[in-house]
């Protein structure tokens, strides 16, 4: 890929002078000047801040002259400041292809734009301190609360007692993990600007602890879920509780639409961000081994992980995407499946922006064991959200679908440490059964010499407890009291038998640990 373009070379070819590709892929404004200094190896390479080509020849015959008297005095050439280090480091960020997920690369931008920017901008980089740098902490956490966050949603209406116009939901302190994604990005700015020599100290952040509390997000019981789905139908068609005659045809199809979103993740588990993106396209079924017809789902590179993959989503998904399909006014393979009201230029409807605020108040709406939220608030008074559904998922899998926490880390794009962090409380749960599995027989029985000799050779070898030797003994169809009473007596016979699997192998007395 072309990395320089509108290419000018000046001062004798000491100077070139050049606009790159932005995030976005398109050509940028801002003039870019590579400059080669006498006597030094390799370039210089900074921003010009300036559109205007004559201007931006006669910054950089300045930054020349002031570079090379510099050389020459035995000056160090260049002091960069936190905003030039970071723009530059972010533009090799893109050229490499650090982040295949658009979603990360506008991260790291909103997060620079409206934190990392006002706090370290202007800073020259030798300058920043570590009691400095360690400072931003507070700042951040108050952003919202009492800093500068606070005046922006005075100064403008539209962002009343909001983070931002579109999400009116976001904590107004940050969460946790937010705080140590800040702590990632910064840390590998200022690592950059050491292995450079912009800076002569290491700046090593570290994120402040503002909770140990439990932060996984809520999920559903079954009664829960069953209360949900049963109001969320009424709800999508304005009866029963939720009879009301100002809902027009338009509030019902964007209910209809909510309701089957609703049911598609909790079926699914996709990120609310994987399942923006989808298009009808993206979306087929199949018949699987068992015989049943099961949904594919087929997710997207350009959302968080950076990767795509295949979902495979539960059976009650396909009829529910089937429905879905035939009712939606767009309905096309290049059409999103969740949508918006906004069109684009050729007329097709975007994706929705945040449905998160109509869960939140459907939830509250539901009433439940007379609680003053409804479905609102889960385990630890803690907010249900969308990703409730993707926990919710997790979690009924774990349970009930007897899954592997591989098969199922690789089916929601995450990591088995992942799986393992967030539902190690399931895991009780999950190996329930697993825990007091007794052996079970076919229902239809097994013949009674079958079962003698199953057991004969149990106690033999010590495969057997005596718990399954009184299942053997229930499984046979017809027995005789003569046989009754043998197998009795091999039960008692297994009760008082040591069990050999408990000793160590080729030792006959009681292990003692070392």
Do not use: C
């Not at 926990?391 to 440490?417: C, E, P, S, W």
């Not at 697993?434 to 229902?443: P, S």
């Amino acid at each position: 890929m072309e990395t320089y373009h509108d290419k000018h070379e000046i001062l004798s070819g000491r100077v070139l002078l050049y606009r790159r590709l932005d995030h976005k892929g398109m050509v940028g404004k801002t003039y870019q000047m590579r400059i080669k200094v006498p006597d030094r190896k390799g370039f210089i390479v900074l921003s010009t801040k300036t559109a205007d080509l004559n201007e931006a020849i006669a910054t950089a015959t300045d930054r020349l002259a002031e570079l090379t008297h510099k050389q020459r005095t035995g000056i160090p050439l260049t002091t960069w400041t936190f905003s030039e280090h970071w723009e530059e480091w972010y533009q090799r960020q893109i050229d490499r292809h650090t982040w295949p997920s658009p979603a990360r690369r506008q991260w790291h931008l909103s997060y620079y734009n409206r934190y990392f920017k006002p706090f370290f901008g202007t800073k020259n980089l030798p300058e920043i301190t570590i009691d400095e740098a360690d400072g931003y902490w507070t700042w951040s956490i108050s952003y919202w609360q009492s800093g500068v966050g606070k005046k922006i949603e005075k100064a403008n209406p539209r962002r009343f007692r909001a983070k931002t116009i579109s999400s009116h939901n976001a904590k107004k302190t940050p969460a946790q993990k937010t705080l140590l994604m800040e702590q990632s990005a910064l840390n590998q700015i200022f690592t950059d600007a050491l292995l450079r020599k912009r800076i002569h100290h290491q700046i090593l952040m570290r994120a402040p602890v503002i909770s140990k509390r439990d932060t996984r997000r809520p999920t559903f019981d079954d009664h829960e879920w069953n209360v949900l789905t049963t109001n969320l139908l009424h709800w999508s068609r304005a009866v029963g509780r939720f009879a009301d005659g100002r809902v027009h045809a338009l509030h019902r199809k964007q209910r209809t639409q909510f309701r089957y979103y609703v049911l598609f993740m909790a079926n699914t588990g996709l990120r609310v961000g994987e399942a923006r993106l989808l298009k009808w396209q993206d979306i087929s079924s199949f018949k699987d081994v068992d015989g049943q017809t099961k949904l594919k789902v087929a997710v997207s590179p350009d959302t968080k992980t950076g990767r795509g993959r295949t979902v495979i989503g539960m059976p009650n998904a396909v009829a529910y995407m089937s429905e879905w399909q035939q009712v939606s006014e767009h309905n096309s393979s290049q059409d999103y499946v969740w949508y918006g009201q906004e069109l684009d230029a050729t007329g097709k409807a975007l994706p929705h922006t945040d449905l998160n605020k109509t869960f939140q108040s459907f939830l509250k709406s539901v009433p439940y064991k007379d609680r003053p939220h409804g479905l609102l608030k889960g385990a630890g008074d803690v907010n249900r959200t969308l990703y409730s559904l993707r926990h919710f998922y997790a979690t009924q899998r774990l349970i009930k679908g007897d899954v592997h926490v591989h098969t199922l880390a690789d089916n929601m794009g995450t990591g088995i440490l992942q799986i393992q962090r967030h539902y190690s409380h399931v895991t009780p749960l999950q190996k329930s059964v697993e825990l007091t599995h007794v052996r079970q027989l076919h229902k239809s029985g097994l013949d009674t010499d079958e079962v003698m000799e199953l057991i004969q050779a149990g106690n033999e070898d010590g495969t057997l407890t005596a718990e399954e030797v009184t299942v053997l003994i229930k499984a046979t169809q017809k027995i005789s009291e003569k046989q009754k009473s043998q197998l009795q007596a091999l039960n008692v016979h297994a009760r008082t038998q040591p069990t050999p699997r408990s000793k160590p192998k080729g030792s006959s007395k009681p292990h003692k640990p070392e």
